[in-house]
């Protein structure tokens, strides 16, 4: 019996000496981070980006070798206009996109930088022009707001004197017409309400201006029988003055109520049929001395300085 046991122990120690030996982790994962864990593939098991697909047309602005194009069905648009949001852009007959002035058909027109087309006022370079709201450069005249400007040719804005058909108009240094009274450097001129300057005699708010052929205002200075003061200004209107003066002087002694009796009266010494003919009523010599003068100024355009006879040559007037 005990023979039995010790052979049974013997053959129980063999079997536990053939036993493979199976090691325990000190911290088993937990079910959440096993979880986790087979939630992320490895690199190897993360698909690749799906490929674009070549039949699908690309629209829209594309770059190429630093030009820009615009694309519509996936084919570039040429020689023709695009608008893109609030702009308008114009693309070339190979579709690139234009910048600069470009001429299409009878009209110019500017781009930016960014292709952008201009419209209204734009400063290019030195000067300025005008681009109307279709993009079109302004040529000629054109009336912006409430003032007029004038565009030359090639579309520069004008300032200062242009001359046109003959006509001189002033512009200002802003391009706006000039109206009205303008000192340009040391003297002044007038500008009527067209624009064109004025010359010769300017009656302005009851008094009266002379402006030479060039323009510029008389002051300080004889006009023939009129004295211009320092602000242009004529003296009075009919005053006996200069020539008129001398010529009463030799006629009347300067005496607008000379009654000599031979028919002839006042200062100029009228008789009555050459009053009437110019206007005059009553006798002349009851007149005042600045109507004697209107009606003698009016008598000498009409029919010259011959009508005073001696005084007039004396003077040297004829």
């Not at 490929?51 to 996936?74: K, L």
């Not at 022009?129 to 707001?145: E, F, P, R, S, V």
């Not at 624009?195 to 009266?208: D, E, F, I, R, V």
């Not at 209107?237 to 030799?250: F, K, R």
Request: proline share 3%; glycine share 14%; hydrophobic share 35%.
């Amino acid at each position: 019996m005990s023979r039995l046991r010790r052979l049974g122990a013997a053959v129980a120690c063999a079997l536990l000496l053939t036993l493979p030996v199976t090691q325990v982790a000190a911290q088993p994962l937990s079910a959440t981070a096993s979880a986790t864990a087979s939630a992320s593939p490895s690199a190897s098991e993360t698909p690749a980006p799906e490929a674009a697909d070549a039949s699908v047309p690309v629209d829209g602005w594309q770059e190429a070798d630093g030009r820009w194009f615009y694309h519509v069905e996936g084919r570039a648009v040429s020689s023709q206009w695009v608008q893109d949001g609030d702009f308008w852009y114009y693309l070339h007959d190979g579709g690139q996109m234009a910048t600069g002035w470009v001429k299409i058909g009878d009209f110019w027109y500017y781009l930016y930088d960014n292709g952008q087309m201009a419209t209204g006022w734009a400063k290019i370079g030195d000067f300025w022009y005008y681009l109307y709201d279709n993009g079109q450069m302004a040529t000629g005249w054109a009336k912006i707001g409430d003032f007029w400007y004038y565009l030359h040719d090639n579309g520069q804005m004008a300032w200062r004197w242009m001359a046109q058909g003959g006509t001189w108009y002033y512009l200002h240094g802003n391009g706006q017409m000039a109206t009205g009274w303008v000192k340009d450097g040391d003297f002044w001129y007038y500008l009527y309400d067209g624009g064109h300057m004025a010359t010769g005699w300017l009656s302005q708010g009851g008094t009266w201006y002379y402006l030479y052929g060039n323009g510029q205002m008389a002051s300080d200075q004889w006009v023939g029988s009129y004295y211009l003061q320092s602000d242009g200004s004529m003296s009075s209107p009919y005053a006996v003055t200069g020539v008129w003066l001398q010529l009463a002087q030799c006629e009347s002694g300067n005496n607008p109520t000379a009654n000599t009796g031979n028919g002839y009266y006042g200062m100029y010494q009228f008789s009555l049929s050459t009053w009437r003919s110019v206007g005059g009523t009553g006798y002349p010599h009851q007149a005042s001395a600045q109507e004697q003068t209107m009606r003698a100024q009016i008598l000498q355009a009409r029919s010259g300085w011959g009508q005073w006879g001696a005084c007039s040559a004396r003077l040297g007037l004829y």
